[in-house]
């Protein structure tokens, strides 16, 4: 999947990024695991990472990615192609 940086959205802790699909992307980063999408948005609809992987959107949940193997904590990797 493609993706195009949204430099009116992004800032310098977050960086938002409009998906080929129509959905919208927001990549944060946490200190321990890097990269991680924290929401994605569509017509209205909005996960956020708090609402859990029950609720994200078929379309990426193969990004998901289990980063500590004993807690089976697990967070959503951005898992596209960048153009600037």
Same mark, same amino acid.
């Given at each position: 999947m493609k993706a195009k940086l949204n430099r009116r959205l992004s800032w310098e802790k977050q960086t938002v990024w409009d998906l080929e699909n129509g959905w919208r992307a927001t990549e944060g980063w946490n200190q321990a695991y890097g990269p991680?999408?924290?929401?994605?948005?569509?017509? @209205?609809?909005v996960w956020h990472c708090?609402? @859990?992987?029950?609720e994200l959107p078929e379309f990426a949940r193969s990004w998901v990615e289990t980063v500590v193997q004993s807690c089976n904590q697990q967070i959503v990797r951005p898992a596209f192609t960048r153009s600037h």
């Open positions: 991680m999408l924290t929401r994605l948005e569509k017509d @209205g609809a708090h609402n @859990g992987l029950a």
